[in-house]
């Protein structure tokens, strides 16, 4: 299904439905965060009941985005739901494959009526596409951008909090206007934002500059023993669990955009953060700016994201994951 007929087949199937449940991606980061909240206003408008359920915690940054509760699977208001009050409608929101959305998977023959429809609303390239009805549209910087076509198309206003959350979503997965996807159409969205209410130095300060002081000891940490391969084309920094346990000891651990310093050094073409996040397994985080498409390099490990910024999960030592990336990575550059 084309990216305009999704958005008019969802506005159809939302008149026989009264009850829709929304959920997005494990680890939710900015964009996520603001999407899923700004579509609950969204849909709530135009007389919609709605739920967002969110398999891991919404970090302490994104926090003030919050105008009610967001649930987690095992949250006691989704205990025993009686048929009634079962959702007709699923939205899954920025998750690229539907097993990213984690342990909410594992509830929703519970959580939905017979015959529920399924959403799928993203913006990432995906090979595996879901969902009854699809608004894919990887052009789009933000998942966000699709959340206000989406409203264009119900012909809903946007309040001033549903703005203010869209331009989250949108700063954030844009890195504040500087990556690669950044182009007219978000900046004009961002634009948009602002008229209907949304308050940019607020949403910044709360984003960049109120993070705890561990942040800033980690990351001094990392990039005090960052290395360089491939004749400075590389660069990479690495979190073992024993940094996150000295500066995160409450294991409330927020690394969100530490990766971004790793292309900051000259001539480095590909940064990668590997973080530790169990024995033996590693995420990398890639980042890039030189035009090569990093989802081909992460999709070797099954991962995916975007031509600029991408992930995946590695399984091995610390030097043996280092040894596979950088391999990978190398095939890719000149």
Same mark, same amino acid.
């Given at each position: 299904?084309?990216?305009?007929?999704?958005?008019?087949?969802?506005?159809?199937?939302?008149?026989?439905?009264?009850?829709?449940?929304? +959920?997005?991606?494990?680890?939710?980061?900015?964009?996520?965060?603001?999407?899923?909240?700004?579509?609950?206003?969204?849909?709530?408008?135009?007389?919609?009941?709605?739920? /967002?359920?969110?398999?891991?915690?919404?970090?302490?940054?994104?926090?003030?985005?919050? %105008?009610?509760?967001?649930?987690?699977? %095992?949250?006691?208001?989704?205990? =025993?739901?009686? $048929?009634?009050?079962?959702?007709?409608?699923?939205?899954?929101?920025?998750?690229?494959?539907? *097993?990213?959305?984690?342990?909410?998977?594992?509830?929703?023959?519970?959580?939905?009526?017979?015959?529920?429809?399924?959403?799928?609303?993203?913006?990432?390239?995906? *090979? %595996?596409?879901?969902?009854?009805?699809?608004?894919?549209?990887?052009?789009?910087?933000?998942?966000?951008?699709?959340?206000?076509?989406?409203?264009?198309?119900?012909?809903?206003?946007?309040?001033?909090?549903?703005?203010?959350?869209?331009?989250?979503?949108?700063?954030?997965?844009?890195?504040?206007?500087?990556?690669? =996807?950044?182009?007219?159409?978000?900046?004009?969205?961002?634009?948009?934002?602002?008229?209907?209410?949304?308050?940019? +130095?607020?949403?910044?300060?709360?984003?960049?500059?109120?993070?705890?002081?561990?942040?800033?000891?980690?990351?001094?940490?990392?990039?005090?023993? /960052?290395?360089?391969?491939?004749?400075?084309?590389?660069?990479?920094?690495?979190?073992? +669990?024993? =940094?996150?346990?000295?500066?995160?000891? %409450?294991?409330?651990?927020?690394? $969100?955009?530490?990766?971004?310093?790793?292309?900051?050094?000259?001539?480095?073409?590909?940064?990668?953060?590997?973080?530790?996040?169990?024995?033996?397994?590693?995420?990398?985080?890639?980042?890039?700016?030189?035009? /090569?498409?990093?989802?081909?390099?992460?999709?070797?490990?099954?991962?995916?994201?975007?031509?600029?910024?991408?992930?995946?999960?590695?399984?091995?030592?610390?030097?043996?994951?280092?040894?596979?990336?950088? +391999?990978?990575?190398?095939?890719?550059?000149?």
């Amino acid at each position: 299904m084309t990216h305009s007929s999704g958005l008019e087949a969802l506005k159809r199937a939302l008149s026989d439905v009264d009850r829709v449940l929304i +959920s997005t991606h494990m680890n939710p980061d900015g964009d996520a965060v603001g999407s899923v909240l700004g579509l609950r206003g969204i849909l709530e408008s135009i007389g919609k009941q709605v739920e /967002i359920v969110i398999s891991d915690s919404i970090t302490r940054k994104y926090r003030f985005l919050i %105008d009610k509760p967001v649930l987690k699977p %095992d949250s006691r208001e989704l205990e =025993n739901l009686k $048929e009634a009050e079962r959702f007709q409608m699923v939205i899954f929101l920025d998750a690229a494959e539907k *097993k990213r959305v984690g342990d909410v998977l594992d509830h929703l023959d519970r959580w939905m009526s017979p015959g529920a429809l399924e959403v799928n609303i993203d913006h990432h390239f995906s *090979k %595996d596409v879901f969902g009854d009805i699809v608004i894919v549209d990887p052009d789009r910087a933000s998942a966000a951008e699709l959340v206000m076509q989406l409203a264009d198309t119900l012909g809903v206003d946007l309040s001033p909090v549903i703005a203010g959350q869209l331009f989250a979503a949108i700063m954030t997965d844009t890195g504040r206007f500087q990556f690669g =996807n950044t182009d007219s159409h978000s900046l004009k969205a961002a634009a948009k934002l602002v008229e209907e209410g949304a308050d940019p +130095s607020r949403i910044a300060r709360h984003i960049y500059m109120e993070r705890p002081v561990s942040y800033y000891r980690l990351l001094g940490n990392l990039l005090n023993s /960052i290395e360089l391969y491939h004749d400075g084309k590389i660069s990479m920094i690495a979190m073992s +669990s024993d =940094n996150i346990a000295t500066y995160f000891p %409450d294991g409330n651990m927020d690394s $969100e955009g530490m990766v971004d310093f790793t292309t900051q050094v000259e001539g480095v073409e590909v940064g990668i953060l590997l973080r530790q996040t169990g024995n033996g397994t590693f995420k990398a985080s890639l980042r890039s700016h030189n035009g /090569i498409d990093l989802r081909l390099i992460v999709e070797t490990f099954g991962g995916g994201g975007h031509a600029n910024a991408a992930g995946c999960g590695i399984e091995g030592s610390l030097e043996d994951v280092k040894e596979q990336i950088v +391999s990978e990575v190398k095939k890719w550059l000149k």
